[in-house]
């Protein structure tokens, strides 16, 4: 997999101080898309085990206490970075004690793969949808049109 931009410290992408990470790789397209130049697979830099690491040790940080991890892109559900997606989130779910993790696709929910659904058992809160354009509304909080669903997942 290869990344885009890793910030450690980010208020603007999810609730809270958190970590955000976008990913490069995106099949969909979108009309009016911000983060086109994240659409190529090859795009970025690669994703190391070190940055891998470097999030793990961000999210344990007692100094700056972050709330969680956001996985953007790009989109972390490409069926070529869930593999690394799936390794990461599993890793935060054990290893840093109740961070929440957020993740944004462009897939919906119910389109997903079997491959693609093993990363919602690790993470809080599934943004959906593509980026319609006619239904864009800045007013919108952690979407960017009201297509898009934010799913609160229930791991009861
Ligand atoms: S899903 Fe996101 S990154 Fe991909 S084309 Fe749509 S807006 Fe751009």
New binding site residues.
């Given amino acids: 997999m290869n990344y885009h931009r890793y910030y450690p410290v980010d208020v603007v992408n999810g609730p809270g101080t958190r970590c955000s990470l976008f990913v490069a790789g995106?099949i969909?397209?979108?009309r009016g898309?911000?983060?086109?130049s994240?659409?190529s697979l090859n795009s970025g830099v690669p994703f190391t085990q070190d940055v891998e690491d470097k999030i793990i040790a961000d999210l344990q940080d007692t100094e700056i206490k972050r709330q969680g991890l956001s996985l953007s892109?790009?989109?972390p559900l490409h069926p070529k970075n869930v593999p690394v997606i799936l390794k990461l989130v599993k890793r935060v779910k054990n290893e840093c004690h109740q961070k929440d993790i957020w993740l944004?696709?462009?897939y919906k929910i119910d389109q997903l793969t079997l491959q693609q659904r093993q990363v919602l058992d690790y993470i809080d809160v599934l943004v959906d949808g593509?980026?319609v354009q006619d239904l864009a509304d800045p007013n919108l909080i952690w979407r960017?049109s009201s297509n898009q669903v934010i799913h609160h997942l229930n791991h009861k």
């Fill in positions: 995106c969909h397209q979108c898309c911000y983060n086109k994240t659409w892109g790009g989109d944004w696709t462009g593509k980026f960017g």
